[in-house]
T-cell receptor
């Protein structure tokens, strides 16, 4: 079993839809949770960053972390064609001196005009 | 532009050969991370260096090695290449530690024929 599980999709939605992306994980030591966005042929870029449980909002994006369920989500409101990309969740332990991130498989999102 | 520079962008080589991938981190970042991205495995952590020293190791094959030089640039050496080594290799840099964001380069696409 992978440490981080993410549905690879692909996920196709119409413009303006609310998108929900999710990851589950098995390592209870994870405390830092991130969402990266990766456009085709580009490197991943950080979208959202959350420490421990709770919600964080940034414009049309909301990240949620439920540590009791080992479940994190990213919501995209009023989705736009420019949001079409692969979304990767990533996690890190607190006492991991290496600071390495463990990534999910990535979910490919397509927003149709 | 993340500020992380990777060369070469594309590389085609034959089985059994050896290649070197190069990474220049963002100005001021002391940590360099190497990741391998393939379609079936997603982003896999290979190795991390912090200020010239190896800090963390992932599932890096013995045929692969890396180093970080005094000027903080890093090289990933892949030897005795196999078809299965074909992938995108990403370098990321960051401040190191638990809370820092990782900034990714645009990757080096390796094709082994």
């Amino acid at each position: 079993q992978k440490e981080v599980e993410q549905d690879p999709g692909p996920l196709s939605v119409p413009e303006g839809a609310i998108v929900s992306l999710n990851c589950t994980y098995s390592n209870s030591a994870f405390q830092y949770f991130m969402w990266y966005r990766q456009y085709s042929r580009k490197g991943p870029e950080l979208l959202m960053y959350t420490y421990s449980s709770g919600n964080k909002e940034d414009g049309r994006f909301t990240a949620q972390v439920d540590k009791s369920s080992k479940y994190i989500s990213l919501f995209i409101r009023d989705s736009q064609p420019s949001d079409s990309a692969t979304y990767l969740c990533a996690m890190r332990e607190v006492y991991n001196q290496g600071g390495k991130l463990i990534f999910g498989q990535g979910t490919e999102l397509s927003v149709k005009p | 532009d993340s500020g992380v520079t990777q060369t070469p962008k594309h590389l085609i080589t034959a089985t059994g050969q050896r290649v070197t991938l190069r990474c220049s981190p963002r100005s001021g970042d002391l940590s360099v991370y190497w990741y391998q991205q393939s379609l079936d495995q997603g982003l896999q952590f290979l190795i991390q260096y912090y200020n010239g020293e190896e800090r963390a190791k992932g599932n890096i094959l013995e045929r692969f090695s890396a180093q970080q030089f005094p000027d903080l640039h890093s090289e990933l050496n892949l030897s005795s290449l196999e078809l299965g080594d074909s992938a995108l290799y990403f370098c990321a840099s960051g401040q190191g530690g638990n809370t820092g964001e990782l900034f990714f380069g645009e990757g080096s696409r390796l094709t082994v024929l």
